[in-house]
């Protein structure tokens, strides 16, 4: 008979869409009340559409941050938290949530703490942090080497790759996403899910769009994030003439709906599971991405989209130019990724992986 939830399951996490990382912990909760847990999920900065979504699933959504950024107030709102509900688990979802559970121990001795991370972790504030844990689940080799490279414990290593199932038919018209994003449904899309930091490279972004409006004007571009760079990214199109075919959303609710209209998907810097790049391949669209660790994770060169050397820079928009002008190497790519998804990252493997991790913890 498996193992009964007892206790509540508790997922700490900045405020994500429900794309890349926010698509991830979606799966999991999911997966969690399915096997009768009682999840909570604490949000620590504002933004986002998960926790609406999850609220919507039956998860508890506590708000323990009120600003774009975590700070002091949202380390105190997860101890207070923790100390209040006496989960069996506390999860941090990504590695900018680790130092706030790993003080999750002094009010809750035993509780047990795990962490979520794709991307590598540097420094000693991390290792200190990442030690603390009775658990770090890599969801990309690089993230898992980063850990052994900082001290953790091999036994303490769960690698589970992140998952993704079929994409569920975009439920809004062509004619309504452009409405309710204020976009041309007469001219072609591109997405790019980022955060408004400086890993993300975004000059990349702005110098490709640059690059492509010189044969390609009739493109609009859509950058999903926020961040404190985003000052200097609307200076930069405005500087490079690509304001009017640059659209930036802080946060989007319609990511399911606006990639089942684009042909294209990429990303330019290093972001967890490259932004939107895996959401892409489960709606059978073709990706480009600047190497990356996730880009190599993910993306298989010249099949299922195209991995664009750092340098020349010319080679990003370069590729992205070549799928969108030849349509039936569009349509290949766009077949294998979704044939590379349901093969290489299914959904059900990855979160049944996750759910006997918790039900281990749980104890």
Not at 53 to 66: D, F, K, P
Not at 227 to 242: D, H, K, W
Request: some cysteine; aromatic content about 2%.
């Amino acid at each position: 008979m498996p193992h009964v939830f007892r206790k509540p399951i508790l997922l700490v996490a900045r405020g994500l869409d429900v794309v890349g990382s926010g698509r991830q912990a979606a799966l999991v909760a999911a997966g969690l009340l399915e096997a009768g847990a009682d999840v909570h999920l604490a949000v620590t900065t504002t933004g986002g559409s998960l926790a609406g979504e999850l609220a919507a699933a039956g998860c508890t959504v506590h708000r323990v941050g009120r600003r774009p950024v975590v700070d002091a107030a949202a380390a105190a709102g997860i101890c207070a938290l923790v100390a209040r509900l006496r989960p069996a688990v506390v999860t941090a979802w990504g590695r900018s949530q680790v130092p706030l559970v790993a003080g999750a121990r002094i009010v809750a001795p035993a509780v047990k703490l795990a962490g979520w991370l794709a991307r590598p972790v540097r420094g000693p504030w991390a290792a200190a942090g990442l030690r603390r844990l009775d658990c770090v689940v890599a969801a990309s080799p690089a993230a898992a080497d980063s850990c052994r490279r900082l001290g953790v414990a091999a036994r303490r290593i769960e690698p589970i790759p992140p998952g993704i199932g079929p994409a569920a038919a975009g439920r809004l018209p062509r004619a309504d996403v452009a409405k309710r994003l204020g976009l041309d449904p007469e001219r072609q899309w591109t997405l790019c899910v980022a955060p408004l930091e400086a890993d993300s490279r975004l000059d990349r972004l702005i110098w490709a769009i640059d690059q492509l409006g010189v044969v390609r004007r009739d493109l609009q571009h859509v950058l999903v994030g926020s961040g404190p760079l985003l000052g200097r990214v609307l200076r930069r199109a405005l500087v490079q003439e690509a304001a009017d075919r640059l659209l930036v959303v802080p946060q989007c609710d319609l990511l399911p709906d606006l990639l089942a209209q684009v042909p294209l998907v990429w990303q330019s810097g290093e972001v967890a599971l490259g932004g939107a790049i895996l959401d892409a391949m489960g709606c059978g669209v073709p990706v480009v991405a600047v190497e990356s660790d996730a880009a190599r994770q993910l993306i298989a060169d010249g099949v299922s989209g195209g991995i664009a050397p750092v340098v020349p820079e010319s080679e990003f928009p370069r590729r992205a130019f070549t799928i969108l002008e030849d349509a039936a190497l569009a349509a290949r790519m766009a077949a294998a990724a979704g044939e590379r998804a349901a093969a290489c990252f299914p959904a059900a493997a990855s979160v049944a992986a996750h759910v006997a991790l918790q039900r281990r913890l749980a104890g």
